[in-house]
């Protein structure tokens, strides 16, 4: 068995609440910029571990032109992200077969400036599969596509203020590409893409839209050991979140269900 215990922490000054009613979509079931990094490279064939750390916080609301909202409030979310790949040494057409489990750890909460605590949760979120992961590796790119899905597993119950879960699945095709601007492979532009189709909430009935999530990053790999056992990266990142289709369902709002939600913040990032 192989581990390999990558800790990152992405700590993110603005994105996109929405306020509308609690039957709203804000986003997708994907985590923003996740992937940003590496996004076309698997690791060696055999059994990785990698813990992803993640710290959101927002308070403001803009609208689609921009504008800022009259929202007085804040939101943190903290995601302790638990991926399990397995590579195997066979090949198929030419590239590596993976599997990836992820088994997300989070806590949140919502407060008003005039109300105080509104809301929160933690626990066990939604938990992702890929049971299909195809990876290519040439001398100056790595590619992937995949396919994976994503169970409700996290807490949910309609109109409770501590949900840690969307309340239905997922199901979601991917592709990820990493070029290498240099010949030793420091120097990394990554792309990432994914679109997910949604399935029905539980006990609302509610069918969100369809999103399509766009990671992307620019990279410098700084070697901290001689024996490249230890390795920095830093670079930038950035990340966009559309929903495609409309939301629908019973009760829902027609401005709701035609108002898609675009979510997208640049950052800086590093990772050990």
């Given at each position: 068995?192989?581990?390999?215990?990558?800790?990152?922490?992405?700590?993110?000054?603005?994105?996109?609440?929405?306020?509308?009613?609690?039957?709203?979509?804000?986003?997708?079931?994907?985590?923003?910029?996740?992937?940003?990094?590496?996004?076309?490279?698997?690791?060696?064939?055999?059994?990785?571990?990698?813990?992803?750390?993640?710290?959101?916080?927002?308070?403001?609301?803009?609208?689609?032109?921009?504008?800022?909202?009259?929202?007085?409030?804040?939101?943190?979310?903290?995601?302790?992200?638990?991926?399990?790949?397995?590579?195997?040494?066979?090949?198929?057409?030419?590239?590596?077969?993976?599997?990836?489990?992820?088994?997300?750890?989070?806590?949140?909460?919502?407060?008003?400036?005039?109300?105080?605590?509104?809301?929160?949760?933690?626990?066990l979120a939604d938990s992702y599969y890929q049971p299909f992961?195809?990876?290519?590796?040439?001398?100056?790119?790595?590619?992937?596509?995949?396919?994976?899905?994503?169970?409700?597993?996290?807490?949910?119950?309609?109109?409770?203020?501590?949900?840690?879960?969307?309340?239905?699945?997922?199901?979601?095709?991917?592709?990820?590409?990493?070029?290498?601007?240099?010949?030793?492979?420091?120097?990394?532009?990554?792309?990432?893409?994914?679109?997910?189709?949604?399935?029905?909430?539980?006990?609302?009935?509610?069918?969100?839209?369809?999103?399509?999530?766009?990671?992307?990053?620019?990279?410098?790999?700084?070697?901290?050991?001689?024996?490249?056992?230890?390795?920095?990266?830093?670079?930038?990142?950035?990340?966009?979140?559309?929903?495609?289709?409309?939301?629908?369902?019973?009760?829902?709002?027609?401005?709701?269900?035609?108002?898609?939600?675009?979510?997208?913040?640049?950052?800086?990032?590093?990772?050990?």
């Amino acid at each position: 068995m192989r581990n390999n215990l990558t800790f990152a922490l992405i700590m993110v000054a603005a994105l996109l609440f929405i306020a509308t009613p609690a039957r709203a979509q804000v986003r997708g079931q994907y985590t923003p910029g996740m992937t940003a990094t590496n996004s076309g490279t698997l690791p060696d064939p055999g059994l990785t571990y990698q813990n992803l750390f993640q710290l959101y916080s927002f308070n403001q609301a803009k609208g689609p032109n921009g504008e800022r909202l009259p929202v007085n409030g804040s939101i943190l979310v903290i995601a302790d992200q638990n991926i399990f790949l397995w590579v195997s040494k066979k090949k198929i057409l030419g590239a590596n077969i993976g599997l990836v489990a992820d088994l997300p750890i989070t806590n949140k909460s919502l407060t008003s400036a005039t109300l105080g605590a509104l809301g929160g949760g933690s626990g066990l979120a939604d938990s992702y599969y890929q049971p299909f992961t195809l990876g290519w590796h040439e001398k100056r790119a790595n590619y992937t596509v995949a396919y994976g899905f994503t169970a409700p597993t996290g807490r949910f119950n309609a109109g409770a203020s501590n949900n840690v879960g969307s309340g239905y699945w997922g199901n979601d095709l991917s592709a990820g590409e990493t070029f290498y601007l240099t010949k030793n492979k420091g120097t990394a532009v990554s792309v990432y893409e994914m679109y997910e189709f949604h399935g029905t909430q539980k006990t609302t009935q509610i069918h969100p839209g369809q999103t399509f999530d766009l990671d992307y990053s620019l990279t410098q790999v700084l070697p901290l050991q001689k024996n490249m056992h230890t390795l920095l990266q830093l670079g930038l990142i950035g990340y966009e979140q559309l929903q495609t289709t409309d939301k629908s369902g019973p009760g829902i709002n027609p401005t709701v269900a035609q108002t898609h939600i675009i979510e997208s913040t640049h950052l800086a990032s590093d990772r050990t």
